[in-house]
């Protein structure tokens, strides 16, 4: 049965134009945040584990149902792989579905809140994987995409290798050159047409016969 997603729909064609104001802005204003308590626990949590493990660091922000982390884990059994995810429900379905693992953890949080904290513990990252959807595709929502938000520069901050995937080519267009700004380095986005699904956002995006588009961008 082929699957039925829609399609990005949006009223913007062109790179936003306040999208260097915004980055450059975010870049020299450090990013003041209020973390929720219940975030400093999770940290802790994740720090506590992380410790045992003794790896280097994945992140999986957004990780849905957890069908990326455990294959991300599976990957890079050297490393310890923390999935996260805002929806209750995901992640209830995820540890259902998934063992434990030695070598990776799928929990609710708030990413932004994990991400300060991070920053403020001066983690580093081996790779930050930041898979579909984000993108707020209408104009007027540009602050809500990662690359608009403040948290951009915790994201790159946590360093390492930045992983997107998305079925909107423009939005991940627009964080390549947001990255470029703040960083001088150029990438480029690439479609892709995984053998593997990474997700169950991924799967039906594909089989909803959706191009899709990842980019890496490298610290």
């Not at 802790?44 to 584990?49: D, P, R, S, V």
């Not at 995820?94 to 693992?101: C, I, L, P, S």
């Not at 079925?167 to 001088?184: D, F, S």
Request: net charge positive; aromatic share 10%.
């Amino acid at each position: 049965m082929q699957a039925n997603s829609r399609t990005i729909s949006t009223n913007q064609t062109e790179i936003h134009s306040d999208l260097e104001k915004v980055v450059r802005r975010h870049l020299e204003n450090p990013f003041q945040h209020k973390v929720k308590k219940a975030s400093l626990e999770i940290f802790q949590q994740i720090k506590e584990m992380a410790d045992r493990h003794g790896g280097e660091l994945i992140f999986d922000s957004g990780c849905g149902s957890g069908e990326s982390t455990v294959q991300i884990a599976e990957k890079h059994r050297e490393c310890f792989v923390v999935g996260m995810d805002k929806s209750k429900e995901r992640i209830r379905k995820a540890n259902e579905k998934f063992d434990a693992g030695e070598n990776y953890l799928l929990l609710r949080a708030e990413v932004v809140d994990i991400w300060h904290l991070a920053v403020k513990n001066d983690w580093r990252l081996k790779q930050h994987y930041i898979l579909y959807p984000n993108p707020w595709p209408k104009k007027n929502h540009f602050k809500r995409r990662w690359h608009g938000h403040p948290a951009f520069t915790d994201i790159l901050a946590l360093g390492g290798e930045i992983i997107l995937r998305s079925n909107w080519k423009l939005y991940l267009e627009e964080l390549a050159l947001a990255a470029k700004i703040a960083t001088g380095k150029s990438t480029t986005v690439q479609s892709i047409s995984p053998k593997n699904y990474i997700s169950l956002f991924e799967k039906k995006y594909f089989e909803s016969e959706q191009e899709l588009f990842e980019l890496r961008v490298n610290q």
